[in-house]
């Protein structure tokens, strides 16, 4: 385990230098992502200012839920660049490099780079958040700080998890299929809102097959102080952000059958 955690020190290392080297041009890309999700805040702005509420949803408690949302994907997709470049890996015969050193490709890949650059939308999220709870005037008591942790740990796991299975298909179709982002990015947009602004077949797909509603939706309740218009038990808010390890675990295993598939280039 030890040297696991040496391994990933020393690749995340070495991403961060070498983005480093030009930190005018990392700095004005931050900059540029910060401003490219941060249209994202201000639409959602425009759109309260002029329907008022959402089902019964106030501007404010969906900032909580996009901010909550966003910080988790943020993270995600900062570690989980490695998964999303894999098909351009296999297509060029790099991946047989990974296969021949003495660690499990998935945490060389998980390892491979920290992009600095997702700093922009970890912070406009933070903001949607800090504004959101200011705005409802809650109060941050430790139970409520460990589970808005718990959450964020949770949806990250579940996204870094919906990203490898994107690279698993690599294995059999030597691209990530883009279809895949109807489940990542599209699941991110979708669960920036309450989940009961949706019909029931599109609930029940983003609880049971991609449950993004267990990590992303009933925590921001039990935070909101706020009863499940759907019915759910205020325990569920605390329990369900296990569904991220988990269907991450799931995914990783996943993973190593395509492993088990996969025939070298010859590279």
């Given at each position: 385990m030890r040297d696991a955690l040496g391994l990933v020190?020393?690749?995340i290392g070495a991403s961060v230098r070498s983005q480093m080297q030009y930190k005018t041009s990392m700095?004005?890309?931050t900059l540029a992502h910060l401003l490219s999700t941060g249209i994202e805040l201000l639409g959602l702005a425009v759109l309260f200012d002029?329907?008022?509420q959402l089902r019964g949803w106030g501007l404010a408690e969906v900032a909580v839920f996009y901010g909550l949302t966003n910080v988790a994907f943020s993270l995600a997709d900062a570690v989980g660049t490695g998964f999303d470049r894999f098909g351009a890996l296999v297509k060029s015969g790099g991946f047989d490099r990974l296969l021949l050193r003495p660690r499990s490709t998935s945490l060389q890949l998980a390892a491979q780079e920290l992009t600095l650059r997702r700093a922009g939308r970890l912070a406009q999220a933070l903001v949607a958040l800090g504004a959101g709870t200011i705005w409802l005037g809650l109060r941050w008591t430790v139970l409520k700080?460990?589970?808005a942790t718990f959450a964020v740990a949770g949806a990250a796991?579940?996204?870094v998890g919906l990203l490898i299975i994107q690279a698993t298909l690599a294995f059999?179709?030597?691209?990530s299929l883009e279809v895949m982002n109807t489940m990542t990015y599209a699941g991110v947009q979708a669960f920036q809102y309450p989940v009961t602004i949706y019909d029931d077949w599109f609930r029940k797909l983003f609880t049971y097959l991609v449950p993004l509603a267990l990590t992303c939706y009933y925590p921001v309740l039990v935070i909101l102080e706020r009863a499940d218009p759907l019915g759910?038990?205020?325990w569920l808010g605390w329990l369900s952000p296990l569904v991220?390890?988990?269907f991450c675990g799931a995914a990783l295993l996943l993973w190593r059958m395509g492993e088990r598939h996969y025939r070298s280039t010859g590279s």
């Open positions: 020190a020393s690749y700095a004005l890309l002029h329907f008022g700080l460990a589970l796991c579940l996204f059999w179709t030597t691209e759910g038990p205020t991220g390890p988990a």
